[in-house]
């Protein structure tokens, strides 16, 4: 066997990391990272994102006893200060997602580090914590994003895909945490849908959400098999709406039934990483 | 079409073609828009299949006693001498996909003829031999195709996705002493299930396909495959079926196949070299 499982806290079998990217509307910046989020249907998406979705998750959250990870626009926490802050309050870990969601690749390093900065300040203001997690943007990026929000304090970034368990992030002078994800586990990019602007660009049509579901438990029995981290990426607009919530509370009583699952924040994940590196030294 | 007979009374012939392919797909299209050199998300999700999916991949193919071939870009042959060591190690076939998947290889003979052993000069300095099989990533020239198809070393090309029939190679029209083992689409994980929502793949950004469609969709070109008797392979990818669930795809997959004796599974270089053997002594071939 050239794979062989990685080791979890109180030997619990593998990781499952709820996360949720509150994009509210720039969600659209995931499709196109260049495209203005000033739209009213954008606009409108985002407020219902917040009012209806965003409380039906946190309710689930709540039933489940889960603490989730929430990946915020500094934008997006001032816009809406009083739901961020009710989420902080609830213990859910807020990290931050850029400011305005920024396409970094674009970016000269010093704009990049402008708009982290902003970003970090922001949730600062409205939660009252610098947050310690770092979410990209969707878009492209440089090793000088990763750089920086290092330097700028985060201890892990969650924005690459390159593996299925945390590893570090070689930056060169330092290493830097990463807590990998998959686009196959992320709610949006099977319903996201909008007429004008095409969302997504070739106007596929939704997915089946019990398939969806299903994909979602085929990951989970690999995770779960080779004792993986199962990052999974919520979005209340999408989650949180009447006909999907039930795909959250599915997935979650398939984890649970199954048995051995450590449920972590992304912050959680980072200190037991780093206990073992303390140990390794 | 005429119906062959494979070892062991198979029905149909079926290599697992890994298309080890790492970055450079993921590079490729970036690599020329501003900035794009210095993009490193996209090309994250190729590094899964070195970081990961291709030791998940060599799992399974052992655990189910399956010998495979994986057509590798030689900048990767070279990048990962210990990964590739292990496949090989494995009993695993490495086949010759370019030399960093760009499909431009060159606008002479001489160019074209040079990219491609620099290629196999890289695959022989790695592995002690060189490819026998070549999955190209781009057109040739016919007289560098020609060339090519007459060094003793060239076996066979993997690459029409609209056949189904093993044939020898033709070019211009003439047939060449190449083997020509079809790879069809309905055998590749990644129009099924890659997904970057920038840059854009798959263009448009259609929705993952369902893991339970997939395995369907491979199974019915199996029973396809032996219904008509063909002779196979896929281009699957470790960065796409490594994952831990997809890869429970794969593993299903080979439940069928070994449990499944109308279907002979080996690399592609044996079943081009028993397929050649028999044209040639015109046996086990019933016309």
Same mark, same amino acid.
Request: glycine share 8%; proline share 4%.
């Given at each position: 066997?050239? *794979?062989?499982?990685a080791?979890?806290?109180?030997?619990m079998?593998?990781a499952?990391?709820?996360?949720?990217?509150?994009?509210?509307?720039?969600y659209?910046?995931?499709?196109?990272?260049?495209?203005?989020?000033?739209?009213?249907?954008?606009?409108?998406?985002?407020?219902?994102?917040?009012?209806i979705?965003?409380?039906?998750?946190?309710? *689930?959250?709540?039933?489940? #006893?889960?603490?989730?990870?929430?990946?915020?626009?500094?934008?997006?926490?001032?816009k809406?200060?009083?739901?961020?802050?009710s *989420?902080a309050?609830?213990?859910?870990?807020?990290?931050?997602h850029?400011?305005?969601?920024?396409?970094m #690749?674009?970016?000269?390093?010093?704009?990049?580090?402008?708009?982290?900065?902003?970003?970090?300040?922001?949730?600062q203001?409205?939660?009252?914590?610098?947050?310690? #997690?770092?979410?990209?943007?969707e878009?492209?990026?440089?090793?000088?994003?990763l750089?920086?929000?290092?330097?700028?304090?985060?201890?892990?970034? /969650?924005?690459?895909?390159?593996?299925?368990?945390?590893?570090?992030?070689?930056?060169?002078?330092s290493?830097?945490?990463?807590?990998?994800?998959?686009? /196959?586990?992320?709610?949006?990019?099977?319903?996201?849908?909008?007429?004008?602007?095409?969302?997504p660009?070739?106007?596929?049509?939704?997915?089946? /959400?019990?398939?969806?579901?299903?994909?979602?438990?085929?990951?989970?029995? #690999?995770?779960?098999?080779?004792?993986?981290?199962?990052?999974?990426?919520?979005?209340?607009?999408?989650?949180?709406?009447?006909?999907?919530?039930y795909?959250l509370?599915?997935?979650?009583?398939?984890?649970?039934?199954?048995?051995?699952?450590?449920?972590?924040?992304?912050?959680?994940?980072?200190?037991?990483y780093?206990?073992?590196k303390?140990?390794?030294? | 079409?005429?119906?062959?007979i494979?070892p %062991?009374?198979?029905?149909?012939?079926?290599?697992?073609?890994?298309?080890?392919?790492?970055?450079?797909?993921?590079?490729?299209?970036?690599?020329n828009?501003? !900035?794009?050199e %210095?993009y490193?998300?996209?090309?994250?999700?190729?590094?899964?299949?070195?970081?990961?999916?291709?030791?998940?991949?060599?799992?399974?193919?052992e655990k189910?006693k $399956?010998?495979?071939?994986?057509?590798i870009?030689?900048e990767? +042959?070279?990048?990962?001498?210990e990964?590739?060591?292990? &496949? +090989?190690?494995?009993?695993?076939?490495?086949? !010759?996909?370019?030399?960093?998947?760009?499909?431009?290889?060159?606008?002479? &003979?001489?160019?074209? $003829?040079? %990219?491609i052993?620099?290629?196999?000069?890289?695959i022989?300095?790695i592995?002690?031999?060189?490819?026998?099989?070549?999955?190209?990533?781009?057109?040739l @020239?016919?007289? =560098?195709?020609?060339? @090519?198809?007459?060094? %003793?070393?060239?076996?066979?090309?993997?690459?029409?996705?609209?056949?189904?029939k093993?044939?020898f190679?033709?070019? !211009?029209? !003439?047939?060449?002493?190449? +083997?020509? @083992?079809?790879?069809?689409?309905? @055998?590749?994980?990644?129009?099924q299930?890659?997904?970057?929502?920038?840059?854009?793949? $798959?263009?448009?950004?259609?929705?993952?396909?369902?893991?339970?469609d997939?395995?369907?969709?491979?199974?019915r070109e199996?029973?396809? =495959?032996?219904?008509?008797?063909? =002779?196979i392979?896929?281009?699957?990818?470790?960065?796409?079926?490594?994952?831990?669930?997809?890869?429970?795809i &794969?593993?299903? $997959?080979?439940?069928?196949i070994?449990?499944?004796?109308?279907?002979?599974?080996?690399?592609?270089?044996?079943?081009?070299?028993?397929?050649?053997?028999?044209?040639?002594?015109?046996?086990?071939?019933?016309?």
């Amino acid at each position: 066997m050239f *794979v062989n499982k990685a080791k979890w806290p109180n030997g619990m079998n593998n990781a499952v990391m709820i996360s949720v990217n509150l994009d509210a509307e720039y969600y659209v910046r995931i499709f196109d990272p260049d495209l203005s989020a000033d739209n009213k249907s954008f606009q409108d998406m985002g407020q219902k994102s917040i009012e209806i979705g965003l409380p039906r998750l946190l309710d *689930v959250l709540n039933r489940y #006893g889960i603490k989730a990870t929430f990946f915020v626009p500094g934008a997006i926490a001032e816009k809406y200060a009083d739901a961020l802050y009710s *989420v902080a309050e609830l213990g859910h870990e807020i990290a931050c997602h850029g400011y305005e969601h920024e396409h970094m #690749g674009v970016l000269s390093r010093e704009e990049q580090y402008k708009v982290i900065q902003k970003g970090i300040k922001a949730i600062q203001n409205v939660c009252g914590k610098v947050p310690a #997690g770092f979410r990209a943007p969707e878009g492209e990026i440089t090793t000088d994003t990763l750089i920086l929000a290092k330097e700028l304090g985060f201890s892990y970034s /969650s924005s690459l895909y390159a593996n299925d368990t945390p590893y570090y992030n070689d930056l060169g002078t330092s290493k830097f945490l990463e807590i990998p994800i998959h686009w /196959s586990l992320y709610d949006l990019p099977y319903f996201a849908f909008d007429f004008s602007p095409c969302i997504p660009s070739g106007q596929s049509r939704i997915a089946c /959400s019990d398939k969806v579901l299903n994909n979602w438990k085929w990951e989970y029995d #690999g995770f779960h098999k080779y004792g993986a981290c199962y990052v999974l990426q919520l979005d209340p607009q999408c989650i949180g709406s009447q006909g999907k919530i039930y795909m959250l509370e599915e997935i979650l009583n398939y984890i649970i039934e199954k048995g051995g699952a450590w449920f972590a924040t992304g912050c959680e994940i980072f200190d037991y990483y780093d206990e073992l590196k303390e140990k390794l030294k | 079409m005429n119906k062959l007979i494979w070892p %062991n009374g198979a029905k149909c012939a079926f290599s697992f073609g890994w298309d080890l392919d790492g970055d450079t797909i993921w590079r490729n299209k970036v690599v020329n828009i501003p !900035n794009g050199e %210095n993009y490193i998300r996209s090309r994250s999700i190729g590094l899964y299949g070195i970081m990961k999916g291709a030791h998940r991949i060599l799992d399974i193919m052992e655990k189910y006693k $399956l010998k495979s071939t994986w057509f590798i870009p030689a900048e990767n +042959v070279e990048r990962y001498p210990e990964l590739i060591q292990d &496949i +090989v190690s494995c009993g695993h076939e490495i086949a !010759n996909h370019g030399l960093d998947h760009s499909d431009f290889y060159g606008n002479t &003979i001489e160019e074209q $003829l040079n %990219n491609i052993s620099q290629s196999q000069d890289i695959i022989r300095r790695i592995t002690g031999k060189s490819a026998a099989g070549f999955r190209l990533t781009g057109p040739l @020239l016919p007289e =560098a195709e020609e060339i @090519l198809s007459k060094d %003793n070393n060239t076996l066979y090309f993997s690459y029409d996705i609209t056949e189904e029939k093993i044939d020898f190679h033709t070019v !211009n029209g !003439n047939r060449t002493s190449v +083997v020509k @083992l079809p790879c069809p689409l309905g @055998l590749d994980d990644y129009i099924q299930m890659v997904y970057s929502s920038y840059p854009q793949v $798959l263009v448009g950004q259609p929705r993952i396909a369902p893991y339970k469609d997939v395995l369907s969709n491979f199974i019915r070109e199996f029973e396809g =495959a032996i219904r008509f008797g063909s =002779a196979i392979t896929s281009a699957f990818h470790p960065q796409v079926s490594g994952t831990p669930g997809k890869a429970e795809i &794969i593993e299903r $997959l080979c439940e069928y196949i070994t449990s499944n004796s109308d279907v002979w599974c080996t690399t592609c270089e044996e079943i081009a070299t028993h397929w050649k053997k028999c044209m040639e002594e015109d046996t086990h071939v019933c016309k």
